[in-house]
């Protein structure tokens, strides 16, 4: 007997599960078979809070972007660690060539809570001088997943914001 890998989550049920778990309290814009989420993430109980927005489509890595506070401006001008991009700040959760997150995965269970341990080895790092969140950054052509091209040409004015 042979067990296949359980169906991909669709974009609405990854939603709904975001918008009912109290850990990813916010909220956000549901579109064609993708979405925008805004929360607020807070690493300790000591932490600044932070707002961040997770743009999902299907056919791609999440993304996570930190919107508030400008980590760069609080980086003193130095080059933040373990992100895709400086300005808008994206963050590197997880390496895609891993499998460390399966679209199978929910969202409010994985990306939510990664988001806030980067926080917690973001602020270690503004303090310490020192990236100890481990991990492997890698180069921007291992970021994305192989996407076919008849889903590419399917655009949606929310996907190509969330891109």
């Not at 607020?40 to 930190?66: C, M, N, Q």
């Not at 933040?80 to 199978?104: F, G, K, N």
Request: charged content about 25%; hydrophobic content about 35%; proline content about 10%.
């Amino acid at each position: 007997m042979r067990f296949s890998e359980p169906k991909p989550l669709t974009a609405a049920q990854q939603f709904l599960l975001l918008k009912k778990n109290p850990l990813s309290a916010g909220d956000g814009i549901l579109g064609s078979g993708c979405f925008e989420w805004r929360f607020r993430a807070t690493p300790t109980p000591l932490s600044r809070i932070y707002e961040a927005r997770l743009g999902f489509a299907p056919d791609r890595s999440p993304r996570v972007y930190i919107e508030n506070p400008d980590l760069v401006l609080l980086a003193g001008g130095k080059k933040l660690p373990h992100v895709y991009e400086q300005s808008p700040t994206r963050l590197c959760l997880y390496l895609p060539r891993t499998y460390e997150w399966q679209p199978w995965m929910r969202l409010d269970q994985t990306i939510v809570p990664w988001t806030s341990l980067w926080l917690f080895y973001f602020e270690d790092w503004l303090s310490e001088g020192e990236w100890r969140g481990g991990g492997e950054h890698p180069e921007p052509h291992d970021v994305e997943r192989r996407v076919s091209r008849s889903r590419l040409q399917r655009r949606h004015p929310l996907r190509e914001r969330i891109e």
